[in-house]
């Protein structure tokens, strides 16, 4: 399985990952997804989000993820990009693309990977506001 | 022995810094040094239990034994998304 | 909800379709799922796949299937691009976005549209080999 | 009355074209429609119980009821993606 993994405070460019992508005859199913920073935490408006990373493990942690979809699923490759710092309100701090043979391991392994790194990696939230 | 602790996240206010030292004897386990850190930084005491605990880039369990070169991290629950 | 439905024989421009987004405040998840055309169909080699659709059934069909998602869901948006004609090998046919607040209505209203434009939306394939 | 009816994908390989007309009684449901069209197109008999029907653009039971001006889709299982 491919796996290409960021962690950056630069922004993240759809387009010029959708261009990078390069996949195998055999792959039907790519599933992209974005987490999106709202306008608001709780009840209360904010202007952004400052992402703090325990980088070193951060890298470690989502690696053991990565693993665990490679043993369970026939995917062909992850790519995900955690940006860190400053992410204004509308734009994504997160994106992660799954491609695999069919829709539902597509699906399934894109689900496991958000749900694990909201469990384990090691990157927290600080709500900014104005 | 001399362990690297930091403190992730709001554990590093409650703190009062990102990075400490500690110096604990030879066959410390990692929930003797966490009483250690709660007993230095109380704010952190209240937090205690939903703390995460990892020695380098993995989690660990309460009765992890530290070596000397260990570097431990205290943190809330995670964020990332 | 937002709805936008195409059914063209054009491409499918990914980095278009990103940048045309529009979406508010509240939205935190975006999901793209990508349908492509894979290099065989059963154990037959092929090199693309001719769709053909009953289009204005189809455009009634995906209008209802949007109508029980916005009913369910408090989901923003959804664009759905399903080519038509000639889709070579490695190509998507299928193009589907869905913006709500949060992962998991997304994901649950992407997996319901595209089951059940599987189920009542008519358009069919024809393998093609050299 | 006359009903005008389309074959869909490989139907319309099966019935050797696309459109026909059909003339029929008033009272007409679309399962009548169906046998109709089977004995005139013989290959669409042997799909029967996979076939589809749709009147206008929205499936149809078999006990629906066919009115002047109808058009009536016949197609085997959607294959869309």
Known sequence: MKMELTISTDAIDEAALAKRREMGDGMGAVICFLGVVRGSEGDAPITAIDYEAHEQMARHQFGLIFDAIEKRWP???????????????????????????????????????????????????????? | MIIAVQFWSYFADFAGCKKTEIEIENGTTLAKLHERVCEQFPKLAEAKNSTLKAVGVNYQDDDFVLSDGDEVSFFPPVQGG
């Open chain 1, 75 to 130: 995917v062909e490759s992850v790519r995900l990009i955690h940006r860190i710092g400053v992410v204004p309100v509308n734009e994504p701090s997160l994106w992660v693309e799954v491609v695999a043979p069919h829709r539902p391991e597509a699906f399934d392994a894109c689900q496991f990977l958000i749900d694990e790194m909201k469990k384990k990696v090691p990157i927290w939230k600080k709500p900014l506001s104005v």
